[in-house]
């Protein structure tokens, strides 16, 4: 009966597509919302992600990656004494203006790193050296900054065309030289600016020298020393903030402060809540338009069911049909629907935003809810199946 | 749920009362209905709209429980079954032929002749088989995949007595089976229904209104007002003025 049952919903192809249209759409939103809102927050702690560092120190009224509060360069030297540290470098974030050559500003993340060591240091550069980062007056720019902080100038045809900074080029920050040494690849940032590394001394300069520059040190582990057990040991010792590196979001540790940056923008941003309101509008449509257009099908075909219920058919056999024909139109379109949702993910994804991250539980949890509103289609279905007398065959 | 050869009458109803609705819209549908079918046989029940034909083949279908009464089909007691009961009971003994043939439009011509077997848990190949032989024939080969609606009038009962017997059911339920045909084509399809269920242990009853078919009954009852007013042999004895 079941291939009975899928021969009438496939028959029916105005209804199936409509049918379909409201469970992709359904499984469109809700996949392609949560994976931009995940995408999203994991910009929240790029800092952590772009800088694989096993430890990070900072103060100890640090809530998340983006809120640096600068200590005294002299807290250095007292997580380099703790017990079990092997190595401890210093890193320095600021938002600044940079000044381009054609008099424009554009907002920058200026990353100052240990020139001794380059801990903390971009992993992949796609133009320059790193040990160019010592020459006076250098910097290195990511990629997107190249594109954003590019020349912008009018090509054959008339258009705007935008020319990327290349290695040689130079802007200013506060009234001093800047020449790009080098373009890198990392993760682009929440607050949207790119960022610009230099070494951890210059950053003085650039910040026309502010008394405290150390936002955070990186903090490396002796051979065999638990990540987690020397955290709690700089704090008992220091006084300072310790957190550990994993950026899995999901995880219950409360020292990780990729996990504690994600949490921290849930619970104080709006984000969550306007995303969360069009994945809730992508559940309700769902159930609105299949629930509706699943139950017209279950209408229109009603004295068939009425008929094959005279047949002998019990209302098992009946229910199961109306449930297979529910679960399959709810799998076409949860495919359908993340399908589109990856299609234009990527699409967004190679033009730079927003960004997009469909992790397995956004998936799972996609499959589920379409599921769950075929379900309740199916049981929608299955009750008005169960109240039509058979005797309503013999009546025309 | 046995049934018992040795008996010759395939349905009996005794003192059957039918109500519908409560107060001062209830209506007595059925009132002390008697009626017998034997084995064997093809009787059509006749009478003016509203008689209470439908509601006496929905109480012998098992589609209806009567309030009052005794309900006998091939020697199984039908009043006391519960829903389940009568469920399995249809499947098992009952085929179908309706008045607007509820073929499923969505469904091939196989396909819906093969639905009688399937509901019975025949495997599908079986039940291909089956319902190809079937097809047969009623004179439907070649139209097997074809759909129920490119087929005319006649064709689509033909289907739908293909699909009430290919289960060889004991009981033939039709319900005014040639009102949705011409003369001719309703002659055909009696013929068929009459040839196809001969059997001794098979029973058809069939209501109508077409005096035209009467011909091919063995015997017709004639209702009124809820009742079975007389049972004929010969059509000829009927007023058809007033049916």
């Keep these: ?396 | 749920m046995s049934t018992h050869a040795a008996q010759p009458v395939a349905v009996r109803t005794h003192g059957v009362d039918m109500f519908f609705g409560d107060g001062e819209t209830k209506v007595n549908a059925l009132k002390q209905a008697d009626f017998e079918a034997n084995r064997g046989e093809l009787i059509m029940l006749v009478g003016p709209s509203g008689c209470g034909k439908t509601t006496l083949l929905s109480v012998i279908a098992g589609t209806l429980t009567p309030q009052t009464g005794t309900v006998e089909v091939f020697g199984q007691r039908l009043d006391g079954l519960s829903q389940e009961e009568l469920t399995t009971f249809r499947r098992k003994h009952l085929g179908f032929v309706f008045q607007s043939f509820n073929l499923i439009p969505t469904l091939s011509v196989l396909e819906n002749v093969m639905v009688p077997l399937l509901i019975q848990g025949a495997s599908h190949d079986v039940a291909v088989a089956k319902a190809r032989a079937m097809l047969e024939k009623v004179g439907l080969k070649g139209r097997e995949y074809g759909q129920p609606n490119a087929l005319s009038g006649g064709q689509q009962q033909r289907v739908a007595i293909a699909r009430a017997l290919v289960h060889e059911p004991s009981l033939l339920i039709c319900d005014e089976p040639t009102s949705a045909l011409d003369k001719d084509t309703g002659a055909q399809i009696m013929q068929m229904v009459r040839d196809l269920s001969r059997s001794p242990e098979r029973c058809v009853v069939v209501v109508t209104h077409d005096h035209r078919i009467f011909r091919f009954a063995d015997r017709i009852a004639e209702m009124e007002d809820g009742r079975i007013r007389r049972v004929v042999e010969d059509a000829s004895l009927l007023d058809t003025n007033h049916l």
């Excluded at chain 1, 900072?58 to 030297?77: C, F, G, H, I, W």
């Excluded at chain 1, 900054?145 to 020319?163: F, H, N, P, S, Y």
């Design chain 1, 1 to 396: 009966m079941y291939r009975l049952a899928l021969n009438m919903l496939f028959g029916d192809r105005a209804k199936l597509a409509m049918l379909l249209c409201g469970l992709a759409f359904s499984a469109l939103l809700m996949a392609q919302q949560t994976s931009v809102f995940f995408g999203i927050m994991s910009w929240t702690y790029t800092p952590v992600y772009n800088i694989r560092a096993p430890i990070w120190v900072s103060d100890p009224m640090v809530e998340q990656a983006n809120d640096a509060k600068p200590m005294r360069d002299t807290d250095l030297y007292r997580v380099r004494s703790v017990d079990g540290v092997a190595w401890a470098a210093p890193l320095h974030t600021s938002f600044l203006q940079a000044r381009m050559q054609d008099g424009n500003f554009k907002l920058i993340t200026m990353v100052g790193i240990d020139a001794d060591t380059f801990a903390g240091a971009p992993a992949v550069l796609s133009q320059g050296h790193i040990e160019d980062l010592r020459l006076p007056n250098t910097v290195i720019v990511d990629e997107w900054g190249a594109q954003l902080m590019g020349r912008v100038t009018k090509g054959a045809d008339g258009k705007e065309v935008v020319i990327p900074l290349k290695v040689g080029d130079t802007f200013e920050v506060n009234d001093l030289e800047a020449r790009i040494v080098g373009i890198c690849k990392v993760r682009r940032a929440f607050t949207g600016g790119p960022f610009v590394y230099t070494t951890y001394d210059r950053t003085k300069q650039y910040t026309l020298g502010a008394r405290r520059t150390l936002s955070f040190m990186l903090v490396e582990p002796q051979a065999g020393v638990d990540p987690v057990k020397l955290c709690a040991r700089i704090e008992a010792d220091t006084g300072l903030k310790a957190w550990t590196s994993d950026t899995v979001i999901w995880s219950w540790s409360d020292r990780s402060l990729a996990r504690n940056t994600f949490w921290w923008f849930w619970k104080n941003t709006g984000i969550p809540f306007s995303f969360g309101t069009a994945v809730a509008l992508g559940l309700f449509v769902g159930i609105a338009v299949s629930g509706q257009t699943f139950y017209s099908f279950v209408l229109e075909n009603l004295k068939y069911f009425a008929a094959i219920k005279a047949m002998g058919a019990g209302m098992g056999v009946i229910a199961r049909m109306l449930l297979v024909q529910a679960f399959t139109a709810g799998l076409l379109g949860f495919g359908l629907g993340v399908g589109m949702a990856q299609a234009i993910g990527r699409a967004m994804i190679e033009k730079g935003m927003p960004p997009f991250i469909m992790f397995p539980q956004i998936f799972w949890a996609t499959l589920a809810l379409v599921l769950g509103i075929s379900l309740v289609s199916a049981i929608i279905g299955i009750i008005k199946v169960s109240r039509v007398d058979a005797a309503t065959v013999f009546r025309g």
